[in-house]
T-cell receptor
Framework: DGGITQSPKYLFRKEGQNVTLSCEQN?????MYWYRQDPGQGLRLIYY???????QKGDIAEGYSVSREKKESFPLTVTSAQKNPTAFYLC????????????????FGQGTRLTVV | KNEVEQSPQNLTAQEGEFITINCSYS?????LHWLQQHPGGGIVSLFM???GKKKHGRLIATINIQEKHSSLHITASHPRDSAVYIC?????????FGQGTRLTINP
C-alpha cells in the first residue's frame, strides 16, 4: 500500500547536536512539506518542496535544513542553531506541486516527537 | 488574518451530544482535510473533501466551496472522541493548517 512514513516516532537528542528526521513516501507525489507543532499550538510550515531538487522556506525555516535529492524522500535536519528544537514534527505530501487541481490528494505522516535535553 | 480559521478553539460537551466544528478559509483550494490528533499522539487523516459531504461512522464532513466553509460533525459523541481536530486546506503552493479545535467529551 502507498503511504508516507516518518521515523522515528520519538527521538531524544542532546543539546547542540544536529538531528535528521526522515520522511519517505511511495505515492509518487511531487510536493512534500515539513511542519512544526508546539504544545497547544497549531502546525507551522518549516520548508516545502514542490519538485525534486527544489525547496522553499516556510514561515519558520531558521535553524532547519532540508534536501530533496529524490522524489520519495524529504529529510529535515534540525541544526544546533535552532534555539527551541523540542516539538512535534509532521511531514506531509501532496500530488500537485504549485497547481490547483480538484481532488488533490494529500497524505500525512504520523509525526516525530523530538525532545532535546 | 489567518488563511484558515477554526472555531471554536476549545469545546467541552457531555457524552452523547452532537458536535460541530467549523473551518473557514480565505484562499482558493484544491481540497480540504480534516485530521485528528489525540494527546501525545500522531496525526490521523479523517476526511478529504473538495465538494459536498462525506460520512464515516459517526463522523460527517461537509464543505461549501462558494462560502469557503467546512464543518465536521460528530453524532452521539463519546469520551474516546476527545482529541484535537485540525482542518487543513490544499492551496496552490502548500498545505495550510488551522489552529485546531480541542474537543473534550465528558462521560
Amino acid at each position: 500500500d502507498g503511504g508516507i512514513t516518518q521515523s522515528p516516532k520519538y527521538l531524544f537528542r542532546k543539546e547542540g547536536q544536529n538531528v535528521t528526521l526522515s520522511c519517505e513516501q511511495n505515492l509518487n507525489h511531487d510536493a512534500m512539506y515539513w511542519y512544526r507543532q508546539d504544545p497547544g499550538q497549531g502546525l507551522r510550515l518549516i520548508y516545502y518542496s514542490q519538485i525534486v531538487n527544489d525547496f522553499q522556506k516556510g514561515d519558520i525555516a531558521e535553524g532547519y535544513s532540508v534536501s530533496r535529492e529524490k522524489k520519495e524522500s524529504f529529510p529535515l535536519t534540525v541544526t544546533s542553531a535552532q534555539k527551541n528544537p523540542t516539538a512535534f514534527y509532521l511531514c506531509a505530501s501532496s500530488s500537485t506541486g504549485g497547481r490547483l487541481a480538484l481532488n488533490t490528494e494529500a497524505f500525512f505522516g504520523q509525526g516525530t516527537r523530538l525532545t532535546v535535553v | 488574518k489567518n488563511e484558515v480559521e477554526q472555531s471554536p478553539q476549545n469545546l467541552t460537551a457531555q457524552e452523547g451530544e452532537f458536535i460541530t466544528i467549523n473551518c473557514s478559509y480565505s484562499v482558493g483550494i484544491s481540497a480540504l482535510h480534516w485530521l485528528q490528533q489525540h494527546p501525545g499522539g500522531g496525526i490521523v487523516s479523517l476526511f478529504m473533501l473538495s465538494s459536498g459531504k462525506k460520512k464515516h461512522g459517526r463522523l460527517i464532513a461537509t464543505i461549501n466551496i462558494q462560502e469557503k466553509h467546512s464543518s465536521l460533525h460528530i453524532t452521539a459523541s463519546h469520551p474516546r472522541d476527545s482529541a484535537v481536530y485540525i482542518c487543513a486546506v490544499q492551496g496552490a503552493q502548500k498545505l495550510v493548517f488551522g489552529q485546531g479545535t480541542r474537543l473534550t467529551i465528558n462521560p
